[in-house]
């Protein structure tokens, strides 16, 4: 049924933000500190084991799926409503502040990438 | 046009579905028609999507784009962190755990590199505007971190209002350009398999930047992007106020 596949993404979805939530308590913010990632890798693993066990059949499979293929409609609907006004109107130091970042980190990627598979390469013995 | 608008704000999820349904179409239209399919008609979905929100930011006067204007309301809802994540989340469904251990410790180097960079990159742009006192450089770096860092730090350290709303400013102008930009550079960054999408999530950190980003680039590398961005704004929030504050503090 579809939603059991609903609900399984409920269900790691709610654990994972609330480990989040109680991390960001642990460790003193005022945020929560990686929920989504949590809740992903929980969905990973029981996606695993579920089909290893047999017991996803592709009804339940499509209650996920439905949201993942949601997910660029509500992404332009989230892009809808970013504070875009405020955005352009602070002036340069917010563009360059925001923009200065970005263009460092985007300079970094190739050296860290090239890390990541000689790492990957060497334990393992197959890039990616 | 009474009972329009008053029909329109109490059923405001299924009329943004409805709207958005009709962007995601006239995008991939554009798509093929206007750009040959060069730039994918998501990505024009999204750029759409911030001009809209622009515009209703200028009519509206408020700070959720066209989610204030009464007619779209239902954009809030639609687009707000709950739906948001909990999609980001399915997308996980057929990602590879594999790619996702092997990547591990370079995604978390990439992690607090990103902070660190990002906190740089904002101080030295305060610094050349003026700003010296260790307070305000902290909250704008923290801003270049994400539009969550910054007033959070800002409310930590104590910063003043209008360096707070420029923190948050820079962290929204941040999600733009990540938005925007990502689709364009990411040929020349190598930005096309998991590992990179990870270390590219991990610098960058703004949660919706980078999965609209990824997006618009390659629906595929979504996860693995989304699953370390997650954890970005966490250690902004741990990093700034308290270990990069004091650093400031000891050079101003």
Redesign the interface.
Known sequence: MIIYGVAL??F??VI??LL?EY??QL???????????F???L???L??WLRKKNYLDPLT?NG?????Q???????????????????S?GL??????????????A???F??R???S??RAP?GNP? | MEILSKFLEKNGLVFAFLVVGMIMYGSGIMSIRLTNKKIPGSAIAIIIGLVLAYLGGVFTDGQKGLADVPFFSGFGLMGGSMFRDFAVVSTAMGASLLVMRSTGWVGLLSLFLGVLLSFLGGVIVAFLWGYRDAESLTTIGAGACTYIVGPVTGAAVGASSDVIALSIAAGVVKTIVVTIGTPFVARSVGLDNPHTAMIFGGLMGTTSGVTAGLAATDPKLVPYGALTATFYTGIGCLLCPSLLYLLMRGIF
């Open positions: 993404l409920a790691c979805y994972g933000q989040g991390l960001g460790i003193g913010v005022d945020a929560n500190v990686g929920g989504v990632g809740a992903m890798l969905l990973v693993l996606n695993d499979e996920v799926q439905f949201w993942s949601m997910y660029i409609p509500i992404i332009v609907a989230m892009a809808a409503t970013q504070n875009v006004k405020v955005a352009v602070s130091i917010a563009l360059f502040a925001g923009l200065v970042p970005v263009v460092i980190g985007l970094v990627i190739p860290l990438s890390l990541s598979k790492a990957s393992h990616q």
